[in-house]
């Protein structure tokens, strides 16, 4: 199973729309989750980080459910400019801090 | 707003040849790190790096990989013979510590090995 799962899409919706992902992960000693997006050919950049209690900026909100190891992003009001590849990042607050990537889900978003 | 900066963007060799990545993080920063990206492919962890030493490293993070921070602003890392596989991009990143904490990620080296 790998450490951590995406649709790789891709999601093509029309601007406004709104979308979501889904990201499982494998390992239960998980500590820190988070939403990076990364345009092609680019470095990831941070969208969010996510918490248990779910959280939300602007047009974006987060969730995290640690029984079922599920993360989820979701995208109200789809912006040309949010088209990118979402990538489900997790941390096991181990003494390396790694992080470890998800494959990533493509958002298209066509006017 | 400070940033990771990496030089070469791109770094083209021979098979077998040595090759230095090289990378400023962000100055306060106490944490660094490699990943690479192979084309169409998730980002994967090499190295992790703290107080001059290795915290962590992957599987891929072989023998024939190294790094090294020279001096107080560069952070380095060496393949010392490169294969064809080897091609990827390399993305240094750093943050300030703990885990919850963002990692800032340079704009990448595309190594192209030949």
């Known amino acids: 199973r790998k450490e951590v799962e995406q649709d790789p899409g891709p999601f093509n919706v029309p601007e406004g729309a709104t979308v979501a992902f889904n990201c499982t992960y494998s390992?239960?000693?998980?500590?820190?989750f988070f939403w990076y997006r990364q345009d092609c050919r680019k470095e990831p950049k941070l969208l969010m980080s996510?918490?248990?209690s779910g959280n939300e900026d602007g047009r974006f909100t987060a969730q995290l459910n640690r029984a079922s190891q599920y993360i989820s992003l979701l995208i109200r009001d789809s912006k040309l400019s949010d088209s990118a590849t979402y990538l489900c990042?997790?941390?096991?607050?181990?003494?390396?801090?790694?992080?470890?990537f998800g494959g990533g889900t493509r958002l298209m978003v066509k006017p | 707003e400070p940033e990771v900066t990496q030089t070469p963007s791109h770094q083209v060799t021979q098979m077998g040849q040595e090759v230095i990545l090289r990378c400023v993080p962000i100055?306060?920063?106490?944490?660094f790190y490699w990943y690479r990206q192979i084309l169409g492919q998730k980002v994967e962890f090499l190295v992790s790096?703290?107080?001059?030493?290795?915290?962590?490293k992957s599987e891929i993070f072989d023998d024939q990989f190294s790094v090294e921070r020279p001096d107080g602003s560069n952070f380095t890392l060496k393949i010392r013979s490169t294969k064809l596989e080897d091609s990827a991009m390399y993305f240094c990143?750093?943050?300030?510590?703990?885990?919850?904490?963002?990692?800032?990620f340079g704009p990448g080296t595309r190594l192209t090995v030949l």
């Open positions: 990143a750093s943050t300030t510590g703990r885990s919850y904490n963002e990692q800032f």
């Open positions: 390992n239960s000693a998980s500590q820190s």
């Open positions: 996510v918490y248990s």
């Open positions: 990042v997790v941390n096991k607050d181990n003494a390396g801090n790694m992080l470890t």
């Open positions: 100055s306060n920063h106490l944490y």
């Open positions: 790096f703290y107080n001059n030493e290795i915290s962590e």
